[in-house]
């Protein structure tokens, strides 16, 4: 008998396995292949784009809190939250521009302070519109025009504290 050495990699030739497991897996193959070839995969865009970012001015122009004093001082308590006062101090101006004057930049209308708040301003005024909810922005429009008179005075203070003009003690009789 003459001993042959065969290579591990060496097909068989003739006849198929007495188990039946090569046309079982080639039915297994046949099925994945047409399982992939079926899945249709969905196709996304990681990047947004400049429409699908931009946010849609809101319907209504009217400030829906315009003399409320509830949300004047909603408000004045976000306006510290988000740290409005880091860039516009205590409406005196700073970083950002005053809001007690009678000059604003890019009007003070409501509808003109919520488009700055929303959507920002260029050089410096970042866009809060994705991050904080409509009615707040609407409440801190509110406390922006109190901070600079717009609002009536049958509101509230629009000052903190801090910022109220006090008057002199008047000396004792």
């Known amino acids: 008998m003459c001993n042959v050495r065969r290579s591990p990699f060496a097909v068989r030739r003739g006849g198929s396995s ?16 047409l399982a992939l070839a079926a899945c249709h995969r969905e196709q996304r865009s990681i990047a947004p784009t400049a429409i699908s970012a931009a946010r849609t001015f809101p319907v209504r122009v009217n400030n829906p809190y315009e003399g409320n004093a509830y949300a004047i001082a909603e408000g004045q308590r976000l306006y510290e939250q988000y740290n409005c006062s880091g860039c516009h101090f205590h409406g005196g101006g700073g970083i950002g521009p005053a809001l007690m004057d009678n000059e604003w930049i890019y009007g003070s209308s409501p509808a003109n ?6 959507e920002g301003r260029p050089n410096g005024m970042p866009s809060w519109g994705g991050h904080i909810p409509d009615y707040q922005i609407w ?19 629009s000052r903190s504290d801090e910022m109220e003009a006090k008057r002199a003690e008047e000396p004792k009789k």
């Open 18 to 33: 007495a188990s039946g497991q090569r046309p079982t897996a080639n039915l297994f193959l046949l099925a994945v292949l």
């Open 113 to 118: 302070i919520y488009t700055s708040i929303a």
């Open 139 to 157: 409440e801190l429009t509110t406390y922006v025009r109190a901070l600079g008179g717009f609002e009536g005075r049958v509101a509230t203070a």
